[in-house]
């Protein structure tokens, strides 16, 4: 059985004092996390106060990105060892943001894959998908190239553990999500790529999110489709009332 998980991506927004507030505001509200998993990832400046106010224990505090070494002069980074210290379980890798405007590779995210996972936490790791080529018939081939890139030697037993978020870029805070069956159709072709690599074992354990435009109307319908295991949220994440909402999807 895949528990189900709820992501919020707060991208660089809130100071110090706003997510003191949304802590108070959720941190006693949210379910055991053996039920429905709800998880933020919030910049790494932040990421101390959250756990301070994390009362119940029940949200996963996660990071947004790491580097890829656990330190050395890399100025301006953030070391995955230092996170893993911190008992930050998720880092997102890979996100569109970071692959357009940071440049990120597949290499660079593979690293930061192998990263993450030496330092005993999980990847989430987003794939994204242009309307560009998905008008060109691309789709397939791009996607499945950075899920198959992002994890280049990466064991059976890691996979298995792995987090993986399907993002089309054109959904990304635009306010238009993909149909509840497109978003489907990336999750399973992200899960029929694991399979190919893995075997279905794994691909069956390992779970994959929707994100791009989810909000607290459309979610019960995303979280319906049989490939669909949760969704990471930027916009409707930032909001304590959108964010429970958002947890408390009808079933
Ligand atoms: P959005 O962002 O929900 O605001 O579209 C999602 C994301 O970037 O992960």
Redesign the pocket.
Known sequence: MRIPLIAG?WKMNKSIEDARSFMQAVSDRLPEPAQIETAIAAPAILLETMLEMNSANHLRIGAENCYYEDSGAFTGETSPLALSEMGIPYVIVG?SERRSYFNETDDIINRKVHAVYRNHMTPILCCDETMGRLEAGEKIHWVVSQVTGALKDISDDLARQLVIAY?PSW???SGKSASADQAEEGCYLIRQTIADIYGDDVANQMRVLY????NPDNISEIMAKPNIDGV?????SLDAKTFLQLVNYQK
């Open positions: 991506n996100h993002e959904a990304i805070g994100g791009g435009s989810v990471l949220a930027g916009g409707a």
